[in-house]
């Protein structure tokens, strides 16, 4: 080979490569770098780690309570994770006996987070404790109003003793004269039936006294 082909395959290798490079370029403008074995470039991807939300959630929710877990005995419990500012548990309102779930509130969100992730599903006398956070926006806004009211119990049993004993008026008293014998007519009824020999003794009171008028006379001068 010449001199001047020599010259000339170098020339056609350079420009080979130049065109190479231009086509490389364009390609790969948008990577970050080129391998050094060659191939495609590639470009780095940042590892973008989610931010976590500030937790502001105070108010735990509790289930699962077992008998005789009670505000005491509550406040004894969960008072050694931090400050307690309010709890309530929920209550029949008639007969005051528990619902066997309640809200209690901490001063510090990370104390309420710490007691919902390691508190929950504790096993105690039996029950496994259902805790979980309640968030800031779902919080009733009466769910504190009857926090530091102590329910009293209705006593039915008083309650009926004085509807048994109140004072009745005439009609009032012969109304409830005539439910006793429908329902004793309906007992001798039924005894008659199942073929037993049994004779009832007369209710007392049954009939009463009809009610007097009084006629008034005014003297005319």
Not at 33 to 56: A, Q, R, Y
Not at 119 to 143: A, C, G, R, S, T
């Amino acid at each position: 080979m010449g001199a001047k082909e020599k010259k000339a395959a170098k020339k056609s290798l350079k420009k080979a490569s130049a065109q190479k490079a231009i086509v490389v370029s364009r390609e790969d403008k948008d990577v970050d770098f080129l391998p050094l074995e060659g191939g495609p470039g590639k470009k780095i991807v940042e590892s973008v780690k989610p931010v976590e939300p500030v937790n502001k959630s105070t108010v735990l929710y509790i289930g699962h309570i077992p008998h005789g877990f009670y505000e005491e005995q509550m406040e004894g419990f969960f008072k050694q994770f931090g400050t307690i500012k309010r709890l309530r548990i929920a209550r029949n309102r008639k007969t005051g006996k528990s619902k066997h779930y309640a809200f209690l509130e901490f001063t510090n969100p990370e104390v309420a987070k710490v007691v919902a992730d390691e508190m929950n599903n504790y096993l105690l006398f039996e029950h496994n404790l259902q805790i979980q956070l309640v968030p800031p926006e779902k919080v009733h806004p009466k769910l504190w109003n009857r926090v530091n009211r102590t329910l009293k119990p209705v006593n039915f049993a008083e309650v009926a003793r004085k509807r048994h004993n109140k004072e009745r008026t005439l009609q009032e008293h012969q109304k409830m004269v005539e439910g006793i014998l429908k329902r004793d007519e309906k007992r001798r009824k039924r005894i008659k039936e199942a073929g037993i020999e049994y004779e009832c003794p007369e209710l007392v009171g049954k009939i009463q006294p009809k009610a007097k008028k009084i006629k008034f006379t005014y003297d005319q001068e």
